[in-house]
């Protein structure tokens, strides 16, 4: 979304040094699992019902993106709620393996490496 609204403002998305444009459209998060880290870092907190009301009366919280260029094109767009979201699936799918204990925290850096590349290839093909 944010590359399309570059575009639509004729920035240069290839250009790492090009100042983007405020993108003016506000998504709303209402917090709904065990890892509602995005919710409280917009909110404050982790309570669906102040969530619901923030979003119903347009309070906003500007986030940073950062854009990755790789041979002077643009390869994605990132930020801290991306971020947050890459935690929260991996915190997901560690649950799946709950019954080995703690020993599943310390796992992921080897799962880490051994999906790097697929992680990569999802990130390129935005």
Known sequence: MLRLYQRKENIDVNDPNAKLHVCKV???IIPAGSGDYVAKYLHGNRDVITAT???ILGNTVQTNVASLHEGGKLVTYSGLLLGFNLFGEMMRDLEKFRNLGQIRFNGILILLIFIF???KNEFYNI
């Open 117 to 119: 590349i697929e992680i």
């Open 53 to 55: 009301i923030k979003i």
């Open 26 to 28: 506000p998504i709303g």
